[in-house]
Each structure stands twice: as structure tokens, then as C-alpha cells.
């Protein structure tokens, strides 16, 4: 069994990834705030910290970098979720699969603000989401 206080110092290296990814996002998204995509994906660490901690139980120097791309709907839903094969560096099949499944839970509000809806087309936005784990 890990000892709690490795679980939390490998907890805070993932929430330190995540904020250093929040520098990054903006270059890789246009029309929704970057600060908006960052708090979603946030508000995601801890289901993303028990992927790679999964990880980590089989893996004890798991490492590396997993660039997800998806696209965020006119409604603001999820879909098209993936892992760019350029980019990405995580060796592990079960990491990387269960974060794409805690990005495709994401939900952001709907774009009415920006003159985007539902009924118009070319309103999506896609995005590119650069994570970085280290034991």
C-alpha cells in the first residue's frame, strides 16, 4: 500500500501540472476563455489524479506527458475526445483511456454570449489539452 503522504505529494504534483498547463491551454483554443477550460479541467483533478494513481499502484515511475484533443460543442457538451499521438509521451493504455473518460464528462455552457448556438453550424471549438505527470 502507498503511503498517504507519497498518494498526497504525487496529488499536488498533479494539481502543479495542472496549473502549468493553464500557461499553455491558451495557445490551442479560440472563442471559449482559457480560464474557463482551465477550471473545468480542474474541477476534473481529482478523477484525473485517480487515473494516474492507478497508474502509478502498477507503475511506480510513470511518467510523462498525455495531450488530449476534443471539441466543445455549440451546446456546450464534450465530444471527440482523444490522445494526440504527436505530443504524447505516457506509456499506458489505462492511464490514458481513463482520462479520456473523466474529458468526456465535461460539460461547458452553451455559446450565446458570442453569437454562437445550436442552430448555427461552425460554432465548435477545438481544443488541445497538454497534461504532464511525474512521480
Do not use: H, Q, W
Not at 476534443?70 to 490522445?83: H, L
Not at 509521451?89 to 479520456?100: G, N, Q
Request: proline share 4%.
Amino acid at each position: 500500500m502507498t503511503n498517504p503522504a507519497v498518494l498526497l505529494s504525487r496529488a499536488s504534483a498533479l494539481l502543479l501540472a495542472l496549473s502549468c498547463v493553464a500557461l499553455s491551454s491558451a495557445a490551442f483554443a479560440s472563442s471559449i476563455d482559457t480560464k474557463l477550460i482551465d477550471e473545468k479541467v480542474k474541477e476534473k483533478s481529482d478523477a484525473i489524479s485517480v487515473c494516474y494513481e492507478e497508474g502509478l499502484s502498477r507503475r511506480p515511475k510513470l511518467a510523462g506527458k498525455i495531450v488530449v484533443l476534443f471539441v466543445v460543442e455549440n451546446d456546450g457538451a464534450v465530444s471527440s475526445v482523444s490522445v494526440a499521438k504527436k505530443g504524447t509521451s505516457m506509456k499506458d493504455e489505462a492511464v490514458t483511456s481513463c482520462i479520456v473518460a473523466e474529458f468526456e464528462k465535461l460539460t461547458f455552457p452553451g455559446r450565446v454570449d458570442d453569437g454562437c448556438d445550436a442552430s448555427k453550424e461552425n460554432c465548435t471549438v477545438k481544443i488541445t489539452y497538454p497534461l504532464t505527470f511525474t512521480p
